[in-house]
């Protein structure tokens, strides 16, 4: 596709919308505003005339001009809930030092349209200009209701940086490494911390590119209200009916929910399964020191776990590590008088045992030594004492509930 061919045929340059849905309401929430071209009977998308960096800004600026004002008109005779995500690469945005563009909403404004549906998705990863001067920009949008949505994790910008100094309202996460084996599980981590993040800054995320269901329940699992993508509604020239997907997303919420339910209730069985067990023992052997309490417990946990510890309450550990290896258990001495309060959880998890006198299991994490992904179930078996039993992989793996 020439640009030529774009510049001297803009009548054909039109605006497509595709739908955001929300987890709460399960209607349309919004529309993100995508570019097309129609050529020869043929719907065309502008993706690549706006990454093209071989085409001056004001002939990019030109055509994004006409899609927000072809967008906009259109947008006039939705309900006045429906929020429009507007992208804007950062340094189109600062295109005449984003005066022109501000002006064009406040025309629309003046004609009824409240600025505070308007959501700016800002794609920053190539920007060579001065992130002040976006900022301060950026912010003064802000002064007319207009929110900010980052638009994808770019591995070429500080992405967790930008987001502490924008606070943006929405944060975007596009959806396709989950396609990759590869890069799934270290994406799920990066996703963990953002989540934290945006919680930490009150923004929503939003997940893109949804196209099966599983990408669906990642979403509604790691804490997204906004959905879009093919799966749900792919963009279309004109809105849709905001119920159309009400019923089939409370019925895909539904299977999410027994399906999360089943997986707690499997925890809460195995957690008590591990209390009455290592209760037993206990129990039967008050007198018993540390390191013969843990080869009772290595007996009857010998399928299970692949390590065990005691520490004080204050995180020093105060026995050795019992740890499984190729041939069979051994001790590690060098552990001992370690401290691990400076994990994460760690000193309020020794508070919930201490109040409720009773065991904890963990969520799933990496081991820092081995790499596995394991649970750990800590007890409190006397005074301010603490046994912890790291459950193996392969157990988890077994019992697939539990992972």
């Not at 998308?45 to 008109?73: M, R, T």
């Not at 599983?214 to 749900?232: D, S």
């Not at 258990?329 to 691990?340: D, G, R, T």
């Amino acid at each position: 596709m020439d640009a030529l061919d774009i510049l001297t045929d803009l009548e054909n340059v039109i605006p497509y919308f595709q739908p955001i849905f929300s987890a709460d309401e399960q209607r349309v929430i919004g529309y993100e505003v995508l570019g097309r071209y129609q050529s020869e009977g043929n719907i065309v998308s502008l993706g690549n005339f706006f990454l093209d960096d071989q085409i001056p800004e004001e002939y990019k600026y030109e055509v994004d001009l006409l899609l927000v004002q072809k967008a906009l008109e259109l947008v006039l005779k939705l309900e006045d809930d429906i929020s429009i995500f507007l992208n804007r690469d950062a340094d189109l945005l600062m295109y005449g030092h984003g005066e022109p563009f501000l002006q064009e909403l406040l025309a629309f404004e003046k004609r009824g349209l409240n600025l505070k549906r308007i959501v700016l998705e800002i794609s920053e990863g190539n920007y060579k200009g001065d992130f002040g001067q976006l900022d301060h920009l950026l912010q003064y949008y802000r002064t007319y209701g207009i929110k900010i949505a980052i638009a994808s994790i770019d591995s070429d910008t500080n992405y967790f940086e930008r987001i502490g100094q924008l606070n943006p309202e929405i944060i975007k996460i596009n959806l396709q490494p989950l396609k990759s084996n590869a890069a799934a599980a270290s994406f799920t981590d990066l996703l963990f911390s953002l989540s934290l993040l945006a919680r930490k800054v009150g923004a929503t995320l939003l997940f893109e590119n949804i196209e099966m269901s599983y990408q669906l329940q990642f979403a509604w699992k790691n804490g997204g209200r906004y959905y879009q993508g093919y799966y749900l509604h792919p963009p279309a020239e004109m809105f849709i009916e905001r119920d159309i997907l009400k019923e089939r997303l409370k019925g895909k919420f539904h299977e999410f929910i027994t399906y999360e339910k089943k997986k707690l209730e499997a925890l809460y069985s195995a957690a008590e399964y591990f209390q009455d067990k290592i209760q037993d023992i206990l129990v039967r052997n008050k007198k018993a020191k540390y390191e013969e309490l843990i080869s009772l417990i290595v007996k009857e946990m010998d399928q299970i776990a692949f390590r065990m510890y005691v520490c004080d309450e204050d995180g020093f550990q105060i026995s050795s590590n019992i740890f499984k290896g190729e041939s069979g258990w051994y001790s590690q001495q060098e552990y001992i008088q370690k401290n691990w309060s400076w994990r994460p959880y760690f000193l309020e998890n020794i508070i919930k045992m201490r109040n409720d006198r009773k065991g904890i299991l963990s969520d799933l994490y990496s081991d820092i030594e081995t790499g596995e992904t394991i649970r750990t179930f800590s007890i409190p078996i006397s005074g301010n004492d603490y046994l912890f039993i790291d459950i193996s992989y392969q157990y988890l793996f077994d019992n697939d509930q539990l992972l």
